[in-house]
């Protein structure tokens, strides 16, 4: 039986999930519903699986809508698809119209 080593890719700005381990079962429905392996499971049985190669993401949204846990997963949008808009009348910018 060989043995296969793998690291995670030094953390970057991009950080397209965030798994709470608080919240997560380990149930590896992100794991399998990724179709680019930015996950793998956990070596331990009910942990939150490891985000293996997040610079891969391309924000689909499949993770985020397949976990079975509200609030287990959440989805980090790259900051230039993070919408915002000023308001004309007093130039507050903010997330929400
Ligand atoms: S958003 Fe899509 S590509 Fe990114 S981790 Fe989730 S399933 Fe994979
Ligand atoms: S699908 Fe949700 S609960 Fe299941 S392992 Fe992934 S983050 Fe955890």
């Known amino acids: 039986m060989s043995k296969v080593y793998a690291m995670p890719n030094v953390a ?3 950080t397209p999930v965030k798994i709470d381990p608080e919240k997560c079962i380990g149930c590896n429905t992100c794991v399998n519903t990724c179709q ?19 610079d891969e993401c391309w924000y ?18 790259p900051l230039p698809l993070k919408p915002r808009w000023r308001r004309k009348e007093t130039g507050v910018i903010s997330q929400t119209r």
Do not use: Q, R, Y
């Open 12 to 14: 970057t700005p991009s």
């Open 36 to 54: 680019i392996d930015v996950f793998m499971p956990n070596p331990e049985k009910g942990k939150p699986p490891i985000i293996l190669h997040p």
């Open 60 to 77: 689909c949204g499949c993770c985020h809508l397949d976990c079975p846990t509200p609030g287990a997963l959440l989805f980090n949008w």
